[in-house]
C-alpha cells in the first residue's frame, strides 16, 4: 500500500485498501458500495467556533447510512472465508442495521440481539432485511451479554463489538480514507462520536498504521465525543482507573452504553493521541443537529 498504488486504483469504496486488511481476495463483498465517502469543508461552523478549517466526513454516504458498514464489510468477508452459516450481533440499532442490510444478498443467517427500547423504525429495518430479531427485556448490556451466551451455545459467528477484532478493522479505513481525501495532510483534531468505543479505537489503529506505512509523517489528536448520560470512556480518562457502567441515558441512541465493550481500547487510543474527551448534554445534541445540517 503507497500512495503511488492508490492514486492509480480506481476502485472507490474501502478495498481500495485491501492489501492493509485481514481479508482474502476471492471473499471480498462485491456489492454495494461502501466507503469513500464524501468529506465537505463546513466553512460557516468554522467561522463561528474560531476555526481555521473544519470538515465533515459523511459516512451517512454507506449502504446503511452508518460508519458500521466498514465494520461489518469485514466481518461478513471473514465470516465468508471461514464459511460460516450464522452471524451474530448485540446491538443499539445501527450495528444491527447494517449487518442485516450487508448480508441481505449473502448466504448468512443474522440474528439480531437488541434491547426492548431500539427504534421501531431501527428494527422495521432489520426484519426488512431478513434478520431474526431478539428484542432483549433490559439494556443494550443485557443483550450483549445474552448474544454471546447464545452464540457459544449455537456456534454461531459473533460479530459484537469488543468481542471480533475484524470490526477495528474495517472502521481504520475511515482513518485512511480521511488522510487520503486531505492529501495525506492530517487534521490536528479528529473528533469521533463514543459509544462502545469502537470507532476511536478503530480510527486510531488506521492513523498508526498509515504513520508505519510511511503515508504520514505526524498522528492527530483524537477527541470522544460522549453523551453526558453515556460517558463511561471520558470518566475513565479524567479520573483514571478502569471503565465503570454508567446509566447509559441519552437521545443519542447509537451511542447510548452503559458499560463500553471497547471502552479500554478507547481510553488508551485518546490517551496514545494525546487527545481528551468531551461530554454533551442532550438539549446540545439536539441543537447542533441543524446547525450541522446548514454547515
Given at each position: 500500500?503507497?500512495?503511488r498504488?492508490l492514486?492509480?486504483?480506481?476502485?472507490?469504496?474501502?478495498?481500495?485498501?485491501?492489501?492493509?486488511?485481514?481479508?482474502a481476495?476471492?471473499?471480498?463483498?462485491?456489492?454495494?458500495?461502501?466507503?469513500?465517502?464524501?468529506?465537505?469543508?463546513?466553512?460557516?461552523?468554522?467561522?463561528?467556533?474560531?476555526?481555521?478549517?473544519?470538515?465533515?466526513?459523511?459516512?451517512?454516504?454507506?449502504?446503511?447510512?452508518?460508519?458500521?458498514?466498514?465494520?461489518?464489510?469485514?466481518?461478513?468477508?471473514?465470516?465468508?472465508?471461514?464459511?460460516?452459516?450464522?452471524?451474530?450481533?448485540?446491538?443499539?440499532?445501527?450495528?444491527?442495521?447494517?449487518?442485516?442490510?450487508?448480508?441481505?444478498?449473502?448466504?448468512?443467517?443474522?440474528?439480531?440481539?437488541?434491547?426492548?427500547?431500539?427504534?421501531?423504525?431501527?428494527?422495521?429495518?432489520?426484519?426488512v432485511?431478513?434478520?431474526?430479531?431478539?428484542?432483549v427485556?433490559?439494556?443494550?448490556?443485557?443483550?450483549?451479554?445474552?448474544?454471546?451466551?447464545?452464540?457459544?451455545?449455537y456456534?454461531?459467528?459473533?460479530?459484537?463489538?469488543?468481542?471480533?477484532?475484524?470490526t477495528?478493522?474495517?472502521?481504520?479505513?475511515?482513518?485512511?480514507?480521511?488522510?487520503?481525501?486531505?492529501?495525506?495532510?492530517?487534521?490536528?483534531?479528529?473528533?469521533?462520536?463514543?459509544?462502545?468505543?469502537?470507532?476511536?479505537?478503530?480510527?486510531w489503529?488506521?492513523?498508526?498504521?498509515?504513520?508505519?506505512?510511511?503515508?504520514?509523517?505526524?498522528?492527530?489528536?483524537?477527541?470522544?465525543?460522549?453523551?453526558?448520560?453515556?460517558?463511561a470512556?471520558?470518566n475513565?480518562?479524567?479520573?483514571?482507573?478502569?471503565?465503570?457502567?454508567?446509566s447509559?441515558?441519552?437521545?443519542?441512541?447509537?451511542?447510548?452504553?452503559?458499560?463500553p465493550?471497547?471502552?479500554?481500547?478507547?481510553?488508551?487510543?485518546?490517551?496514545e493521541?494525546?487527545?481528551?474527551a468531551?461530554?454533551?448534554?442532550?438539549?446540545?445534541?439536539?441543537?447542533a443537529?441543524?446547525e450541522?445540517?446548514?454547515?
Amino acid at each position: 500500500l503507497s500512495r503511488r498504488s492508490l492514486a492509480r486504483c480506481a476502485d472507490r469504496s474501502l478495498w481500495r485498501y485491501a492489501p492493509a486488511l485481514p481479508v482474502a481476495e476471492g471473499a471480498r463483498l462485491a456489492a454495494p458500495q461502501i466507503g469513500w465517502t464524501p468529506l465537505y469543508e463546513a466553512p460557516r461552523l468554522a467561522a463561528a467556533l474560531g476555526l481555521r478549517r473544519l470538515v465533515v466526513k459523511d459516512d451517512g454516504r454507506n449502504p446503511s447510512a452508518s460508519f458500521k458498514d466498514r465494520a461489518n464489510a469485514v466481518v461478513l468477508a471473514r465470516a465468508l472465508g471461514q464459511k460460516e452459516r450464522t452471524v451474530t450481533t448485540a446491538s443499539t440499532g445501527n450495528a444491527a442495521s447494517s449487518l442485516a442490510c450487508l448480508a441481505a444478498g449473502l448466504p448468512l443467517k443474522t440474528v439480531i440481539f437488541v434491547p426492548q427500547t431500539a427504534p421501531e423504525a431501527k428494527v422495521a429495518q432489520l426484519l426488512v432485511f431478513g434478520a431474526t430479531v431478539v428484542a432483549v427485556r433490559g439494556t443494550y448490556d443485557d443483550a450483549f451479554d445474552l448474544c454471546g451466551q447464545a452464540a457459544a451455545e449455537y456456534g454461531w459467528y459473533n460479530r459484537s463489538t469488543g468481542i471480533n477484532p475484524f470490526t477495528r478493522e474495517g472502521k481504520k479505513t475511515g482513518a485512511y480514507e480521511l488522510a487520503e481525501q486531505l492529501g495525506w495532510q492530517v487534521p490536528d483534531l479528529v473528533f469521533v462520536p463514543v459509544g462502545d468505543g469502537n470507532i476511536i479505537s478503530g480510527m486510531w489503529k488506521g492513523f498508526t498504521d498509515l504513520r508505519e506505512l510511511g503515508l504520514i509523517e505526524r498522528l492527530p489528536k483524537l477527541v470522544a465525543v460522549q453523551a453526558e448520560g453515556s460517558a463511561a470512556v471520558k470518566n475513565a480518562l479524567e479520573r483514571g482507573g478502569a471503565i465503570r457502567p454508567v446509566s447509559g441515558r441519552t437521545v443519542a441512541d447509537s451511542i447510548s452504553v452503559s458499560l463500553p465493550r471497547d471502552g479500554t481500547a478507547a481510553v488508551r487510543a485518546v490517551r496514545e493521541s494525546g487527545g481528551f474527551a468531551v461530554a454533551v448534554k442532550d438539549s446540545e445534541i439536539l441543537a447542533a443537529i441543524p446547525e450541522l445540517a446548514r454547515g
